[in-house]
């Protein structure tokens, strides 16, 4: 079962551009984590936000949270080549008492 | 950095075969989750360990998945037999804590011929 719903399913930029994710839930959410996977590898946790909180950033990431409209947003700023992977929304939703990850998105970062 | 560790990395077998994974989480992770992952879509919670004790299993097809760990350290994951439809990147994860962010290992890639 899928909690998360990312969009677009694939992103593709120059080099230097800003990349913008979507997300999209169904429950209420405790929290919601962003999660990197580069090819063939395990992810690689980038961002946790919780629920009573609306914006956050860490180096040239930002992420967004509207509990209103049940969406988030992953903003990467400056993108370089090895920003390349697919990412993943996972959310913490407060009834499963578990983590449920969204399909992704894949960004490929084009110099 | 601590790591989570996964054996083997890459794993080909014959469909009815017995095939084991296993995972040593980070030292001091008392949560530690199996995850399944078909190629495209996004990871799905197998099972889900608080120290030794399954949490939620849910998610795992108990007539041929099985899941343990002992001692609460490190586990394993076993499917008997393998089905064509289990070919799949099998993940690890641990965490400090249940609400805590995961830290995931690199996988073992199944194949299953």
């Known amino acids: 079962s899928q909690q998360g719903e990312e969009d677009p399913q694939a992103l593709s930029i120059q080099e230097g551009e800003n990349a913008t994710m979507n997300c999209s839930y169904k429950?209420?959410?405790?929290?919601l984590q962003w999660y990197r996977q580069n090819s063939g590898r395990g992810l690689v946790h980038l961002i946790l936000i919780r629920s009573n909180e609306r914006e956050k950033h860490s180096g040239r990431l930002r992420v967004t949270l509207d509990t209103s409209k049940k969406s988030s947003s992953l903003l990467i700023t400056a993108s370089r080549a090895a920003d390349t992977a697919s990412y993943f929304c996972?959310?913490?939703?407060?009834?499963?008492?578990?983590?449920?990850f969204g399909q992704g998105t894949r960004l490929t970062i084009n110099p | 950095e601590a790591e989570v560790a996964q054996s083997p990395r890459y794993k080909i077998t014959e469909k009815s075969q017995a095939v084991a994974f296993w995972c040593d989480p980070i030292s001091g992770h008392a949560t530690l989750y199996w995850y399944r992952q078909i190629l495209g879509q996004g990871p799905e919670l197998l099972v889900q360990f608080q120290d030794e004790s399954v949490v939620d299993d849910s998610q795992l097809p108990k007539d041929r998945f099985s899941a343990e760990r002992l001692k609460g350290v490190d586990s394993t994951l076993k499917i008997q037999p393998a089905e064509l439809g289990d070919s799949a990147m099998y993940l690890c994860?641990?965490?400090?804590?249940?609400?805590?962010?995961?830290?995931f290992g690199n996988g073992t890639r199944l194949t299953v011929t």
């Open positions: 994860a641990s965490s400090p804590t249940g609400d805590s962010p995961l830290h």
């Open positions: 996972a959310t913490d939703a407060v009834r499963a008492q578990k983590l449920v």
């Open positions: 429950t209420s959410i405790n929290n």
